[in-house]
Each structure stands twice: as C-alpha cells, then as structure tokens.
C-alpha cells in the first residue's frame, strides 16, 4: 500500500458550539493521512475518516437542503510519514465563512 497525505476543505458547516448561542457558519481545513492502493482511494478514505471525526465533535444545524460539503484539495503520494505529526488527522484549522465572504467582497470594491 502507498501512502498518501490529502488536504480536505470543508465548508458550509452551520456549527452550533454552545445550544444557548446560534449556530455559525463555518469551514475548515484538515491534513488526512492514509495508506491505499490508488489516490482516488486515499481520497475517499480521507473523506470517511474525516466524517467520523467530525460526528463526535461539532454539532451541525445545516438544514436538509444546505448541506455541508467536504472537498478534495489536494493528494499528494508519500515515501514516508512525516515527522512530527499528528496522524491520521492533523488539527482542524477552522475560519469563520461570513468573516472569508466580507474580505472578499471588500477585495473586489
């Protein structure tokens, strides 16, 4: 089996962190670390490993129609693991959606 690195995005989460405050709508970026015979299984393990990561952790109000949306970004082939890293899910890295949206709408004027 090869190993692989691949950078997920995730976006469109509606996260509610505490039930007395709404929800916001956030994304986030994640290194997954996976051993496969192809890259397009790595991306698809990379996708499950994540998913039940995130189960546990954050409690998501998206409704049915507006669904979050995870995202291959980029699959990279390994010789090794690199050193000092959290495997098989390096940290999530999340950013608030309304906050990237306002910065670029300021961008463009």
């Known amino acids: 089996m090869t190993k692989f690195a691949v950078l997920i995005h995730g976006v469109n989460f509606s996260i509610q962190e505490n039930p007395n405050e709404a929800a916001e709508l956030r994304g986030f970026y994640v290194s ?16 499950d490993l994540v998913r039940k990561s995130l189960r546990p952790r954050v409690t998501l109000t998206n409704l049915d129609n507006n669904p979050p949306r995870l995202l291959v970004d980029e699959v990279a082939e390994l010789t090794d693991w690199p ?12 950013y608030n959606e309304s906050d990237e949206a306002e910065d670029m709408k300021s961008q463009r004027e």
């Open 32 to 47: 997954a670390f996976v051993e496969a015979d192809s890259a397009e299984r790595a991306e698809s393990e990379a996708i």
């Open 83 to 94: 050193e000092r890293c959290s495997r098989p899910l390096s940290g999530f890295a999340f």
